[in-house]
């Protein structure tokens, strides 16, 4: 008759990490999922930022990242404050948490949460820090024409995007691509780094690397008048711009007195009419659509949106306004 097993020899069940989840963009919908489906983590609930008024109608539309979590099933916290005082009893009805997930949450976290749980606060950052330190790294990466960019995460400390890192990922940019484009493409790159730090540090074998403060770029967040067009520059610089600026707020313009976006447009090789003026509609055709002037060259216009109206091909936009060839586009005047 055999011995019964010893139980030393029953394998015991790894307990899960408790953790919570917090983001609020587009950009942070796969990392939830990523992490909701890591079977070394429990969340237990998900803090994205309150609704806010949206679209033509201006009605509250909730974050990209509570539609998700409610999709998973997940609890739904939109504090307004995240205050000790106010928070800290909110935390208090989760059992000790391992990890607080921070991805594009959009206010800085108070030093008490930093501390909070077991291995800190976790983020994901969609850039190789800390190159594009700030709240607007993509738009930077390709507003200064970069080839690769990356996704990077981190121990969050007090400073802006200044603590130490655990992993990165270089990504190249792809040709052509606009701001929508590469958000999706480094979110889900982002979503894969997440759950290997997740599971790195759970194993004990993740780094902890300081910041090269002297290699770092600090990038302010996007303003109104960084979305304007200045025509008297060059044809490379406004193209990195319109791509830096799809799909949403993308590059803006006056023409007419009206306020016309612009989404795609591409760079001619030679400027047809050297001595135009910046801005100016040097041609208008059924063919070629409108092709406009710069301090450098010209931008050939491919999709634009009118104030007021949705996207469409710049055929459609020449054919509905009868655009000719002498018009200009302008930026608003500057205030006195």
Same mark, same amino acid.
């Given at each position: ?9 029953i ?41 806010k ?76 820090l ?45 040709? %052509? =691509?606009?701001c #929508?484009?590469?958000?999706? $493409?480094?979110?889900?790159? +982002? &979503?894969?780094? !997440? ?66 976006r ?10 047809p009419s ?8 040097? %041609? =208008?055709?059924k #063919?070629?659509?409108?092709? $406009?002037?710069?301090?450098? +060259? &010209?931008?050939? !216009? ?16 020449r ?18």
């Amino acid at each position: 008759m055999s011995e019964p097993a010893s139980s030393a020899h029953i394998p015991s069940t790894p307990r899960l990490a408790h953790a919570i989840y917090m983001g609020t963009p587009d950009f942070a919908v796969p990392s939830l999922r990523a992490l909701a489906q890591c079977p070394q983590v429990q969340i237990h609930a998900v803090l994205t930022q309150p609704d806010k008024p949206r679209g033509r109608g201006m009605k509250l539309q909730p974050t990209p990242v509570k539609t998700a979590a409610e999709a998973l099933g997940f609890p739904v916290f939109q504090p307004t404050t995240l205050k000790e005082e106010s928070f800290l009893p909110i935390l208090e009805q989760w059992p000790p948490l391992d990890f607080i997930f921070v991805v594009a949450y959009g206010k800085k976290i108070p030093s008490y949460l930093l501390k909070y749980a077991k291995f800190g606060c976790i983020n994901l950052h969609p850039s190789l820090l800390p190159r594009y330190r700030g709240g607007a790294p993509i738009q930077r990466a390709l507003f200064n024409g970069d080839t690769e960019t990356g996704v990077t995460t981190m121990y969050l400390d007090d400073g802006w995007d200044t603590g130490d890192l655990i992993l990165q990922e270089r990504v190249a940019i792809p040709q %052509e =691509s606009d701001c #929508g484009q590469l958000t999706e $493409i480094l979110a889900n790159q +982002g &979503a894969a780094l !997440l759950v290997r730090t997740v599971e790195a540090i759970l194993s004990g074998q993740a780094p902890r690397i300081p910041q090269d403060d002297s290699q770092a770029t600090h990038e302010p967040l996007l303003t109104p008048e960084d979305e304007w067009i200045d025509w008297s520059q060059s044809a490379l610089t406004i193209h990195r711009r319109i791509r830096g600026l799809s799909p949403e707020p993308a590059a803006k313009t006056l023409f007419r007195g009206f306020i016309l976006r612009i989404h795609r447009a591409s760079i001619l090789a030679e400027n047809p009419s050297p001595s135009a003026k910046p801005g100016s509609v040097i %041609e =208008s055709s059924k #063919g070629a659509g409108i092709t $406009i002037a710069t301090g450098e +060259g &010209a931008i050939r !216009l491919e999709e634009v949106q009118p104030q007021g109206k949705k996207r469409m091909s710049v055929q459609d936009f020449r054919n509905g306004h009868r655009v000719e060839a002498g018009e200009s586009f302008s930026n608003p005047p500057l205030p006195e």
